[in-house]
Every structure is written in structure tokens, then in C-alpha cells.
């Protein structure tokens, strides 16, 4: 065997099945578009589903190397040598063509033959029999190619793949390649390849999809045999480079190379290793995804760059570095890749930007989230409560998994039940989908989509048309003859705008024999080609065939189309003030505003954003010509059009020109981007861009909300109306509102503070009797109890404080009865008593909770007389 590096063993394995007929298709998006219920692309499969359900059929066959990532054992990563989060997949597939005699014979042909692999390092496995029959063909062609010795039957474990419960499954065949018994375990003597020990590794999944599963457990054959097999890249460059770990490889030792350097470490401790592996290894995961337009926050795909970032960027800072790092790596990243996946390079400053940002974001929280987490387990040796780690998530943006991590090493028990149930707890509005019925929604929908042609949408053109009815369908997405109250429907051919780029879908009616007989509150394009209408039924009579006059409302369709084309205008204002650095994040356009994210590397000043606005009106009063072409997709790079990361654009593509003469020269445009959203036909049309909100979305993301168009001559009558009645209110005229409000709040804070300042007097000077008692403490300690009315928790603080200097070597507990609830603190001193400890005791034995430091805690529970508040105190013996 020859060593081979991985670009030489990509170029291979496709170059290989490009021989025997296979076309060769490029690596799908890590977002998958069309699928909704996966996160990201986790195999070579996902981008062929509809292929393999018999939906589509112009494919028989294909290679890919595809681009693939997996979190679900993100916290295995570093530690093993065998988990990873991104990688690439190759694989070739059969959709009811070659079955499991070409895939076996052309796998095991690759491996001996092309790559020269030693066969006396190979063995295989069949099923074994279980929920399906023994895969007896497979036995049989593999004991053509070896001896039976190296084959092994598993069960439904390791050898049989399935789609879910019910649908279409079939037994696996898998190659191993054996890295010798020095990389073994005891176990492996008798080569046992189910041996996790990393002596035999899967280099090679052979999937035979060939039955289709009841609920009853009965398998009937499929009228479609298809092949999915799918070898990790990584794993054979492990071979062919004999690498004992996929972080010996060239796809990851120029990016360890590069750690060593910028963390000056040598890597030859456990520690290091680790943390080069894992920074290595989530820097590729990271790059890929920002590169495809996700950017960190705190839910779905954003969440769990996040997540990468930051675990990586605390593995630099155990390593000795106190500053953002990661992007000093992309280069080291975009070098390995340069030749194969052209997007990162082109990606390179908003990688960087995008990794810096969450980098000095992430440095200057987690240094107070630790300093916070070793005060919790100082009072907390054994177990953390899944409150206290989500409020370090939700206060200090420290991450849940490192909360783990660090106990883990401590040995200390995390409640992670109670900190998924205080998540749940924090987001009551939260949208969680319901995964079944959304799998079961969408294999409805790709059959819908294979049985019918795509919709002609006829929208850019006219806002009216027929269009025949192909479909029905009640809320659940079933089939059905006649709709009842609300449901879906879909047209050969339609007028109305479905969701999607960031546009909401057209309203209006479809009319029968010329009477209104469905309203139209919605469309969306669930999948690429069919758009659902979502329908209120005026009167029940429309049947499928039917063919009905689809309306859009024209003047909701005009204020949508006034903030599309706003947005465009303020993405090419910013660009233009703040530089070219500047990245759409992410948008959404409805009939009555318009939001827009951007990613800068800090936060515009006042007069930066005073002058994006300037241009932004300067291009509305211009009344530049808003024009269409559509252009071959490649005209976007020379004609420096601006795209939006991520996005799937058709070829050819719809480019939207603001100014004149400017497709090509970009000094005489406004604006040139790829969009196939609506637009009013010039500028003018806008009228005017109102701001309703500017603010800080996260870590280098900023949002603007606007209004544009109707929408934005509607606020300003109603921002007028409000000031001309606020005006009266106050009895000044609208001019000098902003002063009067002004000269107004400075006087209500100058009265609080003078509140204030009397309260904490009156409390200060509170000795009543019957509100204030003296107990003692274990270890002849005395503690002052004390109790106030209606009182602040952070007067109770000020308070304690006061009270402590007057009572010098004395607790102080101070309770106060305010909104139902009953609060308390815990003053201690040094060499006294711990607070945080006082405080739980007395929380718990009121049925509530409280915690803090040695010297201070505070706590709260249901509202309890002070009597019997004095009490509970007394009857603990603390």
C-alpha cells in the first residue's frame, strides 16, 4: 500500500465510480434546504432522500464527497480517537439500479486494487439475522472475495439500518480494517472487530435498502432496491497515511501544526493533546458553518456554533491563552481545503470577523462565569443544581457543557435534569416542533411533490391567474375531497408569493365561476417546487381539478414589496458607510415592517449611522429604476453582486439592479444582488425608510427594524397623532415635546433618588420592638434577626450592610414581605458562619430557595407572617 494524501484519496474514490457510470455530484450544503426536519447535513444520503423514497427519478446513481456534521457526541471529541464533528462522507448510491453484488465487488475492487490496501488487513460483517432474515447474498459474495474466517454477522445493532419504526430499512454490510495488535485490547486477540478498543475500525458502511417495515413488524420487499454507503474520509486517510488517529492526517496535523505555534505548546501532555484535537476539530466544524451563513447565538444551528467556539476557545485559554485565537487559524483550515471547497477563501473575512467577535465575547464572560462556578461548588462539594447551572448559562453565557465538563473533572454530580427543566421553564413561547408529525408532514409533501409537476408561480408578472387545483388538504396534510374551516391547497400554477428568502407569502382570494370561494391567508413553499396555500374556506364547493381565478391582494403585495426593496437599500447604505465586511445575517419582510441583521466587527457610532441613513434617503429621492435580469449564476462574482451566505440560488439566477447602467460597473448602481423576492419598479416608490428599532442582536450582529412605503407613511401619521396628543397632555407644543419629556425624567429621578436616600435613613434607624431579635447559632455564634415591610431586595442589602457595622461579630438576617413573597439576606463576617449555607437552610425550611457567598446570600419563598418567619429560624438550630 502507497501512502496517499487525501486530496489524491478524494480524487480517487469519485474518479473510481466515474468509471463505472456514476455521475459525480458535488457536496450538498451542511444547512439542507428543503428538509426541515434535520439541523444539518449529517450524511452522503440526506441530499438524495427523495431519490431513495422513489419521488424523483433523474437519478440512478451517484458519487459524492459530501460535507457532513454530527454534535452528538461533541463532548467524545478530543477524548477519543475516533469522534468528530465535521467531516466528509464518501459515498456511492443506487436508486433502483446496481444492487448488492456490484456494491460489494466495487467497494472491495477500490480498496485492494485502486488503493492497494492489504487484504489480510480487511474484514467484514453481514447481519445476522433478527427482525429480517440472515443476509444470506451477502455472505455468499463476500465468501467469493474472502475467506469465511473474516466474515462477521452482528445484529440490528451494527447491521441493520432503518429509516424509523415503520418505512423503508434493509442489513448492512461494513469493511474494517485491522491497525495491528499493538492498537488492540485482550478482547481482540480472537479479532472480535465489535471491539470498540480502536484496533479494528469501520472504515466502510454498505447500506441495502431492501424491505419496507409495518407497524405490525411485518417486511414486505421493496419495488425499489437502493445502495447508501458511506466511508468517512478521515478514517481512510487513517490508512493510507497509517495514522493511527484521524488527527495524525494531513486534514488536521497543518491545523494542530498552527495551534502548537499560536498557543506555544508542544503538545505532549494528556492536556494538550486534547486541546489541540478539539480546537483543531471544531475550527473546521465552525469555518464550514459560517461560512454557509450561521452565526452564533443562543438557539438551533447558532447555537451550536456557539457551542463549538467557545468549548474550543476555553481549551486555548487551559492552554495558556487569555485572547481570541481561532481565527488565527482559518488560513491553516483554508489550506487544506483550498482546491475542493472554494467558499471558505471567499468566506475568509466573515469567518474571521464572525470567530473574533464570539472569541472577545465569549474571553470576557467566561472568566466571571468560572470565578461564579467555584463559588457555587465551594458550597456545593458533591452535586449542582440545574438551577444554578442554567443561571450561569443565562446570565454569564457560560455554556451548559462546560458547566459539565468542569465537574466531571472535579468528580461533582450535575443535575442536568434540572437544568433542561429551568431551560423549558425560561422559554414558555418557545415553538418546539413535534418531530414525527413534521417527518410524517414532510413525506407527504415530497410524494405530493414527485406525482406532480412543480408550480409555475406567475407572480413577477401578474397579480392575477388561473390555476388548477392538484391538491387539498386539511390541517393535518391529509388528503382530502372537499375542505372544511381552514386547510391547504395547491395550484398547477399561482400568482401568490410563497415564504421564502426572508418574504412573507402574498394574502388575497381564489374565485370559482367568478364568486369568491377561498381566502388566502398564507403560502409557503414547505419543500423546493410545490407552493401550499393556506386557505379559509368562504364556501366548500371547490373540488381537485378544479380551476379557480387565484387574486393577490395588490396593495399588501405594494407594502411588502416597499420593504423588500428597502432592505436592498439599506444593505447597500451600510455597506457603503461601514465597508464591505458587512454581512446580511439574516432578514424578514412583511406588509407592515421590515427587519435586517448584519454582522459588524463593533458597534457603528451615532454619526456612522447617521450617515447610512443620508445615503439610504439619498437613494429613495433619487428614484433610481429597480430592474431585473436573469443572468447565469456565475455572472455574480464578476459582476460583484451581493449574495446571502447560505442561500440556494437557481441557475440561472434573478438579479436585482438598483441604479442605472450599473450591471456592469458597480460605480453607477445603488445596489446589485441575487434575490427572488418582489420589488416595487423604482425607488421612489418607497417613499420614505422609517427606523423603528436599532439595536444589538448578539456579539457582532446588529438588527435594524424599519418601516418603508404605506407602511412608513402609516407610523408617521400615527408617531404624529401621538406627539400632537402627548403634546396636550403636557400642555407644550409638539416642538418642544422632547424637552419637556427630558426636563420631566430628570425630576422623577431626582425624586427617587431623594426616596431613596429617605428610605434607607427610616431603615437604617429601625430598632421597633417585636421586629428585631437577637438568637443564637451553633458554634456560639449570635445572629440579629430582623424584619422590614414592602422593602427592595437591594435595600435589604444596604440595610444588612448598615446593620452589620453596628453590630460588629453578629449575623445579620434581614426578611421584608413584598408582592406575596417573602425575601431575606444573610449578612456573615469574616470567620463567621457561611451565609450562602445559613441562607438554603432557612429557604428550605420556608419552602423556597436562596444561596450566595460566605459572607453573603440572600434568598426567598412564599409570603410568611414574620412570627412565624422567627420561628422556622429558631427551630432549625443553624
Known sequence: MRIMQSQKVRESFLAYFKQKGLPVLPSAPLIPH?????????????????????????????????????????????????????????GNFSFGDYFKKEAINWAWDYLT??????????????????????????????????????IFELGEK??????????????????????????????????????????????????????????????????????????????????????????????????????????????????????????????????????????????????ILRRLIRRAARYGKLSGRETPFLYELVPAVIAVYKNIYPELQANVLHINNALKTEGEAFFRTLNDGE?????????????????????????????????????????????????????????????????E??????????????????????????????????????????????????????????????????????????EKDGQPVLRVLDVQKPLEKLFLHKVSVIKNNVKTGDKLAAKVDARTRLRTSSNHTAVHVLNAALKKILGETVRQAGSFVSPQKLRFDYTVPSAPTREQM??????????????????????????????????????????????????????????????LELCGGTHVRSTG???????????????????????????????????ADKAVFAGKLLNVSVEELDHKIASMLKAEKDLRREIADLRRKLLSGCSAEGAREEIKLKDNFTAVVFNTENTEIKELRALADNMAAKNAGKVIIISTDKDGKKSFVVKSFAGGPAAGKLCKEIAAAIGGSGGGGAEFAQGGGAAIAWTDFMQKVKNLQV
Open 371 to 435: 470565578e461564579k462556578l467555584r463559588e457555587i461548588i465551594k458550597h456545593n462539594p458533591r452535586k449542582v443544581s440545574g438551577a444554578e447551572a442554567f443561571n450561569l448559562y443565562e446570565t454569564y453565557g457560560f455554556p451548559f457543557e462546560l458547566t459539565k465538563e468542569i465537574l466531571s473533572a472535579k468528580n461533582i454530580e450535575t443535575d442536568e435534569a434540572g437544568f433542561y427543566a429551568a431551560q423549558e421553564e425560561a422559554k414558555k413561547s418557545s415553538k418546539a416542533n413535534d418531530d
Open 437 to 510: 408529525s413534521e417527518k410524517e408532514k414532510v413525506v407527504i409533501l415530497q410524494e405530493l411533490e414527485g406525482k406532480n409537476s412543480p408550480t409555475v408561480f406567475t407572480g413577477y408578472e401578474t397579480l392575477s391567474d388561473e390555476g388548477q387545483v392538484i391538491a387539498l388538504l386539511d390541517k393535518k396534510y391529509k388528503t382530502v375531497e372537499v375542505l372544511s374551516g381552514e386547510g391547504f391547497l395547491i395550484l398547477d400554477k399561482t400568482p401568490f408569493y410563497a415564504e421564502s428568502g426572508g418574504q412573507a407569502g402574498d394574502v388575497g382570494i381564489m
Open 610 to 671: 447617521a450617515e447610512v441613513w443620508s445615503v439610504a434617503s439619498d437613494i429613495v429621492a433619487a428614484n433610481l429604476k429597480v430592474e431585473t435580469q436573469i443572468r447565469p449564476l456565475a455572472d455574480a462574482k464578476e459582476l460583484k453582486a451581493t449574495i446571502l451566505l447560505g442561500e440556494k440560488y437557481a441557475d440561472p439566477a434573478r438579479f436585482i439592479l438598483i441604479g442605472k447602467e450599473g450591471f456592469k460597473d458597480p460605480l453607477n448602481r445603488a445596489s
Open 158 to 303: 451494527d447491521n441493520f439500518w432503518t429509516m424509523g419504526p415503520t418505512g423503508p430499512c434493509g442489513p448492512c454490510s461494513e469493511i474494517y480494517y485491522d491497525f495491528g495488535p499493538d492498537k488492540g485490547c485482550p478482547l481482540c486477540k480472537d479479532k472480535t472487530i465489535a471491539c470498540d478498543c480502536g484496533r479494528y475500525v469501520e472504515i466502510w458502511n454498505l447500506v441495502f435498502t431492501q424491505f419496507n417495515r409495518f407497524d405490525d413488524g411485518k417486511l414486505e420487499l421493496l419495488p425499489q432496491k437502493n445502495i447508501d454507503t458511506g466511508m468517512g474520509l478521515e478514517r481512510l486517510c487513517m490508512v493510507m497515511q497509517n495514522a493511527d488517529n484521524p488527527y495524525d492526517t494531513d486534514l488536521f496535523s497543518p491545523i494542530i501544526e498552527n495551534a502548537k505555534k499560536i498557543l506555544d505548546i508542544k503538545g505532549k501532555t494528556p492536556l494538550e493533546t486534547t486541546a489541540l484535537r478539539i480546537i483543531a476539530d471544531h475550527i473546521r466544524a465552525a469555518a464550514f458553518l459560517i461560512s454557509e451563513g450561521v452565526l452564533p447565538s443562543n438557539e438551533g444551528r447558532g447555537y
Open 685 to 719: 416608490e418607497i417613499m420614505a425608510i422609517c427606523l423603528l428599532k436599532d439595536s444589538a442582536l448578539s456579539a457582532g450582529v446588529r438588527r435594524i427594524e424599519a418601516a418603508a412605503g404605506l407602511s412608513a407613511i402609516d407610523y408617521l401619521k400615527e408617531a
Open 113 to 150: 486494487n485502486t488503493l492497494e490496501i492489504d487484504k489480510n488487513r480487511l474484514y467484514v460483517s453481514i447481519y445476522k439475522g433478527g427482525i429480517a432474515p440472515r443476509d444470506e447474498e451477502a455472505f455468499q459474495i463476500w465468501a467469493g472475495l474472502v475467506d469465511k474466517t473474516r
Open 34 to 90: 428543503g428538509d426541515p426536519t434535520l439541523l444539518f447535513t449529517s450524511a452522503g444520503m440526506v441530499q438524495f432522500k427523495a431519490n431513495f423514497l422513489g419521488l424523483k427519478k433523474n437519478l440512478k446513481g451517484a458519487a459524492t464527497s459530501q460535507k457532513c456534521l454530527r454534535t452528538t457526541d461533541i463532548d467524545n471529541v478530543g477524548f477519543t480517537k475516533r469522534h468528530l464533528t465535521f467531516f466528509e462522507m464518501l
